[in-house]
């Protein structure tokens, strides 16, 4: 998964947070007419573009959009350091922290009511299938012992040298046999995991998952209005043949793309913007999309 892009009202605000809580920093800023757009990243990283766009009215939660981003962590010295951060940070908040099986994650929302979530992975040989679905859980995962064991001062003055990736994005959406025949029938995912009641998790490569969606709090829900949040769900593909590959199978489906050989963009049936492209965006590329 690439860098995601969030509409924003206040942009120094918000990238003020992000920097703070998540270690990010700046990486390049550009005027597009009344807009501005900010990538923050780690490590060089594009982890996130901000759009300032101050006109809109905040998110609504039971809108289709975005759950949370998800960044992942190579480590738990990593991520206790972040988690730590976070939680000291000024104008978020945390609101809980689970095991997954696979996966540790600790959740936040930004200042904007944008959804975060803080991960690192269990190795992939210690994942249990039940058939052709890995197994997933939800169970309490206590941030006082995990900070207590795991939290180092080497990861914490570490900061944004530490690298991180955006692991995968959750996603609201109205209906998930409609999100299905988008995401997985479409663009290609390929389904992980259905045994949470209102959700779907799909991935690329055999991962627990990339994208996930749910019905949440967004069952029924029509086409996005505009508002600040999620701007556009970045993927990356190996190479062109999967960048042909996907645009006859969204033609097969008759849905709307645009095209420039390296990448394609493509509208959810709730509006939400996604584009593929051939390998990771540079800076300079996020910011012309």
């Known amino acids: 998964m690439g860098a995601v892009t969030l509409r924003v009202g206040d942009l120094d605000k918000m990238s003020a947070y992000y920097c703070e809580a998540f270690a990010m920093e700046p990486v390049q800023d550009l005027t597009a007419g009344r807009e501005v757009h900010r990538v923050l990243g780690r490590g060089h990283v594009p982890l996130v573009r901000l759009i300032h766009t101050p006109n809109l009215p905040l998110t609504d939660p039971h809108q289709a959009g975005l759950f949370h981003t998800a960044f992942l962590f190579a480590d738990r010295p990593s991520l206790a ?20 099986l696979v996966s540790e994650a600790f959740y936040f929302t930004d200042p904007e009511g944008n959804g975060v979530e803080l991960y690192t992975d269990r190795p992939r040989s210690q994942w249990t299938h039940d058939g052709d679905q890995i197994r997933m859980t939800t169970t309490h995962l206590d941030p006082s012992a995990y900070l207590q064991t795991h939290l180092t001062q080497t990861a914490v003055d570490a900061g944004p040298e530490l690298p991180g990736l955006v692991g995968h994005v959750h996603l609201q959406v109205g209906d998930l046999k409609v999100a299905r025949s988008f995401y997985i029938d479409a663009l290609g995912f390929e389904v992980t995991q259905t045994g949470y009641p209102g959700a779907l998790f799909a991935s690329a490569g055999g991962y627990h998952h990339h994208i996930a969606m749910n019905t949440w709090n967004s069952r029924g829900a029509g086409p996005r209005a505009a508002r600040l949040g999620l701007g556009n769900v970045a993927v990356k593909v190996p190479g062109r043949e999967d960048i042909a590959a996907l645009e006859a199978r969204l033609a097969a489906h008759s849905i709307d793309f645009t095209t420039d050989g390296r990448s394609v963009s493509a509208k959810d049936p709730w509006g939400t913007l996604v584009t593929v492209s051939v390998s990771d965006l540079s800076s300079d590329e996020l910011l012309a999309l």
């Open 81 to 100: 350091a972040t988690v730590h951060r976070a939680d000291k940070a000024p104008g978020g908040a945390f609101v809980g922290s689970s095991d997954h």
